[in-house]
Nanobody, 117 residues
Framework: QVHLVESGGGLVQSGGSLRLSCVAS????????MSWYRQFGGWERELVAS????????TYADSVKGRFTISRDNAENAVYLQMNSLKPDDTAVYLC??????????WGLGTRVTVSS
């Protein structure tokens, strides 16, 4: 079975940091672009950051540029999101996605991040 499992969320004060992890099983992430999304409420998800297969290219939402860093360790079959200078507006459920094609991907269940003011 194919799975993505996120971890590392929690409660942090404004200005603090968290490092999220996403570990894959059942497939090799090295063949795929990996992304982090966040969901504030309801069903709409915002793309936070993406990283290409070898980690040479990354993209970020304007709202997190300069504060968040996406990285990957293909040997560990994992992708990470380092989040610094966190703000209350960053409070959300953060989800990892394996992008298999433009129209298809696999999602994890998410990890909740809460930033207190």
């Amino acid at each position: 079975q194919v799975h993505l499992v996120e971890s590392g969320g929690g409660l942090v004060q404004s200005g603090g940091s968290l490092r999220l992890s996403c570990v894959a099983s059942g497939f090799i992430i090295g063949s795929y672009t990996m992304s982090w999304y966040r969901q504030f409420g309801g069903w709409e998800r915002e793309l936070v950051a993406s990283i290409n297969t070898d980690g040479s290219r990354t993209t970020y939402a304007d709202s997190v540029k300069g504060r968040f860093t996406i990285s990957r360790d293909n040997a560990e079959n994992a992708v990470y999101l380092q989040m610094n200078s966190l703000k209350p507006d960053d409070t959300a459920v953060y989800l990892c996605k394996g992008v298999f094609s433009p129209d298809f991907g696999i999602w994890g269940l998410g990890t909740r991040v809460t930033v207190s003011s």
